[in-house]
């Protein structure tokens, strides 16, 4: 949808109020001369030919908005989001930012249809959402092709008048609305405003005028409605009204303080598309959509692109957390692997120190690389000392890893995570966090170091090499096991277990070019002052560095 539906009015604890069967409503039916709605869970089938996976599959039908925040742009950011694949038809082109819409150049007609039949004969499409129409041969056009290559569902968003009352769809267009787009929908989507010009200009006002509405818009064909109130003048809450022919129920939640409200119409929509591809029933997809965007402004509310009164927001959840990188530390290098510490709580709490207290000292003392690896606090503390870490070593351009909680890695935005041989697989974990985080692998035999590379890990930790108290169970390799693993690698190593100040000199001078550092854990955290002793591990690494680089070694640490 080409404008902001003012759904601002939103809350982060959305309630569902299913109301009882409302009197005198007709039966649910198929849309009048249309097929019937069966949405097949698009997941269930997710082989084809035997090796190839079905994608669920949304075709928006819209017009793209150069600012970006609605129609074409909005679909396709909120379908990215929920996983869905999204392609595009567009219906018109229009120059518009966040003060209102500066002018509309429609697409020729033959060419939407083009559009339409390039798709549908090469890709299987689940789904169609609709936004500007802004014709009587564009709407014909579509109704023509998806009578042609039929689809799971229609999601009708009858986009009309931008908020800045910008025309984006003539009054010539309403019979076709009426009389033909709305039998074929499964579901049509109007704002307080749409639904008024649907009906001819009657004023919605309360709860009950939208329940009306939707009873009286169903009445046009339609198989469900979804009234949006959220510039509902009567209401302290928002108000949206589904009526599928049988009940009526209402999303309420309390509103969100914001300007950054535009698109927020298409986006409900889309994500209404993008769940039914999915496999979702329809009330469930509603449901989900509604939170979406409830989330989605939430998160926005404080942001500020363009100067009008109207401003897009963040489908993706991800501008703020760039922001707030502005001071992160450089790509990962193999070098930053010199000095790893890697915290332990009951050293901590042994010590009487926090795990910020205990990260800021490692790194005072010339800590490289900080990995958490916290065992036994809750999850709301854990993170909460996490999001501390990443402020503290941002700070000092120091890479913070979380340990196996990948979940934990996400919240607190740290700098990549790393995992074992039992924890969550590195491809799955590397999909899950982007191409930009660092991911360190535990390995003891150059096969499974061979596999990190294969999966994309960014290092190897290769151990123990010696025995550990942090890890009792843990299998000693030993240097000859260290050197192995090393030899097999293509990616860089740090040795790990029961290393410290007195055996890290024979660890790095195994003669291997891949291992860049050590990473150590009761030598630095089981002490009284941190700082002291990763001063002098960091002294020791450091000597022997500089040894290398004049000839007495062949491997070269740190810099």
Not at 77 to 85: E, F, L, P, Q
Not at 139 to 151: D, T, W
Not at 371 to 392: G, H, M, N, P, Y
Not at 468 to 494: F, M, Q, Y
Request: aromatic share 4%; charged share 20%.
């Amino acid at each position: 949808m080409l404008h902001p539906q003012n759904l601002s009015s939103l809350s982060l604890s959305l309630n569902f109020i299913a109301l009882d069967q409302a009197k005198g409503i007709h039966q649910l039916r198929p849309p009048t001369g249309f097929r019937s709605f069966s949405i097949k869970n698009s997941m269930d089938s997710t082989i084809s030919d035997g090796s190839k996976m079905k994608i669920p599959h949304v075709m928006s039908v819209a017009g793209s908005d150069s600012g970006a925040g609605a129609g074409i742009q909005a679909d396709l950011k909120t379908c990215a989001a929920r996983g869905v694949y999204c392609s595009t038809v567009i219906t018109a082109v229009t120059a518009q930012n966040t003060a209102g819409v500066q002018g509309v150049h429609t697409m020729p007609e033959d060419f939407v249809a083009e559009q339409m039949k390039s798709v549908f004969s090469d890709m299987q499409v689940d789904v169609v959402k609709t936004g500007m129409l802004p014709s009587i041969g564009i709407a014909k056009v579509l109704l023509h092709r998806i009578s042609e290559f039929p689809v799971q569902a229609l999601v009708v968003d009858p986009v009309m008048v931008s908020t800045s009352g910008d025309v984006l769809a003539g009054s010539s267009v309403l019979p076709v609305f009426r009389d033909e787009l709305l039998p074929a929908a499964d579901i049509v989507t109007p704002n307080l405003k749409e639904a008024s010009v649907l009906l001819g200009g009657v004023q919605l006002e309360t709860v009950a005028d939208m329940k009306s509405a939707a009873k009286s818009i169903y009445d046009m064909g339609p198989r469900t409605v979804l009234v949006k109130g959220g510039d509902l003048p009567a209401s302290l809450d928002a108000v949206d009204v589904f009526f599928d022919g049988k009940n009526f129920h209402e999303f309420r939640s309390a509103r969100i303080n914001t300007r950054n409200t535009h698109g927020t119409g298409c986006t409900m929509a889309s994500c209404i598309a993008a769940e039914l591809a999915k496999g979702s029933s329809m009330l469930s997809a509603v449901k989900v959509a509604k939170r979406y965007v409830e989330t989605a402004l939430l998160y926005a509310n404080d942001m500020s692109i363009g100067s009008g009164p109207q401003g897009p927001f963040d489908h993706l959840l991800k501008l703020k957390s760039i922001v707030a990188r502005s001071s992160s530390p450089r790509s990962f290098s193999p070098e930053d692997l010199f000095l790893y510490a890697v915290t332990d709580s009951g050293m901590n709490k042994k010590w009487g120190r926090s795990i910020g207290d205990a990260v800021k000292a490692a790194i005072e003392g010339g800590a490289t690389i900080v990995q958490l690896r916290e065992k036994s606090l809750e999850t709301r503390d854990f993170l909460e000392a996490a999001t501390a870490c990443v402020a503290i070593c941002r700070s000092s351009g120091v890479p913070l890893l979380i340990n196996d909680r990948i979940d934990i890695a996400l919240a607190c935005d740290a700098d990549g995570v790393h995992i074992g041989q039992s924890d969550m697989p590195s491809t799955v974990a590397r999909s899950i966090l982007g191409p930009d985080k660092i991911i360190g692998v535990s390995c003891k035999t150059p096969e499974q170091a061979h596999q990190a590379w294969i999966d994309g890990a960014d290092y190897v930790g290769c151990g123990g090499v010696y025995p550990t108290s942090t890890k009792a169970s843990n299998l000693t390799i030993g240097l000859e096991g260290l050197r192995s693993v090393c030899l097999g690698s293509r990616l860089p190593v740090v040795a790990i277990g029961g290393i410290n100040i007195s055996n890290a000199r024979e660890v790095m001078e195994i003669g291997v070019p891949s291992l860049k550092g050590v990473a150590v854990v009761s030598c630095l955290f089981d002490q009284e002052n941190v700082s002291m002793e990763t001063q002098k591990l960091h002294s020791v690494l450091r000597g022997l560095a500089i040894n290398t680089s004049n000839g007495g070694g062949t491997t070269k640490v740190g810099n």
